[in-house]
């Protein structure tokens, strides 16, 4: 099988180092891609760190890739050599199942393939973008609109539709208000995505430091959670809450701040130990998760950022600083995500 370049994890408490990484000759219906950056999400972090379970060593993490298709096999018609793609959180599923034909994959019955760490139907451990190619099954690779950079639309493979997805689920639009929890690598791409909606945003944040950086991205109001009047003032006020903090959250207080029928997605899946049954009960409002969306949700999402360019703020770092990027992460210390260069890994 052939050998690329990566930077992977050999146990959970070594840094990340370079190896070579062994990808699966193209098949009939396989794209070869040169990837050209690959973003860091904060899930890397804890998958090569065993925080979510035992994980498989050697292993590349990174499911936020963007490249350029090297090579298809014979029988790809999507596709082309030269063509600007992404790969995101999924590598296959059963193609057949009552979720994979509802283009909802990451919920498939038989088997979801995730992009690193999963075991692919023929057996092997999939190996994600922090390497210089990779071969995915057409089925999973995305057009890249030739409006959006390869470098900041790398983190939207995963932040992207991660919010997208519940923000048109829950019907995020003119006349709406919308309040984003947390400015980091998820919320300011929520803010911008909610903003070309047509909704009112408002970021909800512990304090009001980034506060000129929110209403730059589109946020028409900035509300430090750290204040108890926050609560008492916004009463009522939103449409829809999207918590992007893995944080435990106040809820009740966050659900008094819904309207009636609002609703409040969590897609940083915090724990939950408040009552919230009165809340919810008493006025019809919804608390929902929400987990990345199917591929062709996702080809939505990258069209619609095309259409109204709409990149992640980002931070291009070489190869060799993964680690410590990996730390500045855990500190909060980027705005508002890291792109990896993977020329750096040639």
């Known amino acids: 099988m052939p050998t690329v370049n990566a930077y992977a994890a050999v146990s959970p408490t070594a840094p990340l180092q370079p190896l070579t990484i062994e990808r699966r000759e193209v098949g009939p219906r396989d794209v070869r891609i040169d990837i050209k950056y690959t ?6 972090i804890h998958e090569v760190r065993g925080e979510w379970g035992e994980a498989h060593y050697p292993l590349a993490p990174g499911h936020e890739i963007t490249g350029v298709v090297a090579e298809v096999g014979a029988e790809v018609t999507r596709f082309a050599v030269g ?3 992404g790969v995101g959180c999924l590598v296959d599923s059963c193609g057949e199942c009552d979720a994979c034909v509802r283009g909802q994959e990451q919920f498939c019955s038989v088997k979801a393939v995730w992009t690193y760490g999963d075991t692919d139907f023929d057996g092997a451990i999939t190996q994600g973008g922090y390497s210089t190619q990779i071969v995915v099954t057409e089925r999973f690779v995305l057009h890249v609109p030739d409006a959006l950079p390869l470098d900041t639309a790398a983190p939207l493979m995963c932040a992207g539709v991660t919010t ?3 923000l048109r689920r829950w019907g995020a639009g003119p006349g709406k208000k919308v309040a984003v929890v947390g400015l980091g690598g998820l919320g300011h791409v929520a803010v911008k995505i909610a903003r070309a909606l047509g909704a009112e945003v408002t970021v909800l944040s512990q304090s ?10 589109g946020a028409s109001d900035y509300r430090a959670t750290s204040d108890p009047a926050t609560f008492e003032e916004l009463a009522g006020a939103f449409d829809l809450i999207l918590s992007t903090v893995s944080a435990p959250l106040p809820m009740d207080d966050y659900l008094r701040m ?7 997605i969590n897609v940083g899946s915090p724990p939950d130990e408040s009552s919230l049954h ?3 009960l008493n006025r019809q409002r919804v608390l929902a998760g929400s987990l990345i969306g199917g591929i062709a949700e996702t080809q939505e999402m990258l069209d619609f950022c095309g259409e109204h360019g709409i990149g992640a ?3 291009a770092i070489p190869a060799e600083q993964i680690n410590e990027a990996y730390e500045r992460v855990l500190a909060s210390d980027v705005r ?3 792109v990896i260069d993977i020329s750096t890994l040639a």
């Open 39 to 44: 973003g860091i999400c904060h899930s890397d």
């Open 83 to 85: 063509d600007r793609v």
């Open 164 to 166: 997208y997805a519940p």
């Open 208 to 217: 009001l430091s980034k506060k000129e950086a929110g209403l730059a991205l």
């Open 258 to 264: 819904l309207a009636v029928g609002g609703a409040m």
């Open 278 to 280: 009165i809340r919810l």
């Open 313 to 315: 703020e980002i931070e």
């Open 336 to 338: 508002y995500r890291f």
